[in-house]
Nanobody
Framework: QVRLVESGGGLVQPGGSLRLSCTGSGFTWDNHAVGWFRQAPGKFREGVSCLSSNGMVTDYADSVKGRFTISRDNAKNTVYLQMNSLKPEDTAVYYC?????????????????????WGQGTQVTVSS
């Protein structure tokens, strides 16, 4: 059974930092591209960041460039999202995603319909 389990969400003040983690199980982690999406109340789900299966290629939404960093630890089947300089507009439910690709693939993408596996989400609230 494929599972993605996020953790690390919470309440933080503007300008603060959080690190989200997502651990996968039930599939071969090394041949999956991974990423993070988010959905704020009343808004469409949007891609935040993604990372190729070989860990060499990343992409970020313009709204988070320079503030968020995605990384992965294949030994732990885990992907991280380090979020710095958080803003109230970053408030959303954050979802971890994964897509099976070829080993060593450089594929990456931020399209909602491109990913086959989704976590249950973790709430991030940025407020004073």
């Amino acid at each position: 059974q494929v599972r993605l389990v996020e953790s690390g969400g919470g309440l933080v003040q503007p300008g603060g930092s959080l690190r989200l983690s997502c651990t996968g199980s039930g599939f071969t982690w090394d041949n999956h591209a991974v990423g993070w999406f988010r959905q704020a109340p009343g808004k469409f789900r949007e891609g935040v960041s993604c990372l190729s299966s070989n860990g060499m290629v990343t992409d970020y939404a313009d709204s988070v460039k320079g503030r968020f960093t995605i990384s992965r630890d294949n030994a732990k089947n885990t992907v991280y999202l380090q979020m710095n300089s958080l803003k109230p507009e970053d408030t959303a439910v954050y979802y971890c995603v994964a897509l099976e690709v070829s080993y060593g693939s450089t594929w990456y993408g931020l399209g909602v319909h491109e990913y086959e596996h989704w976590g249950q989400g973790t709430q991030v609230t940025v407020s004073s």
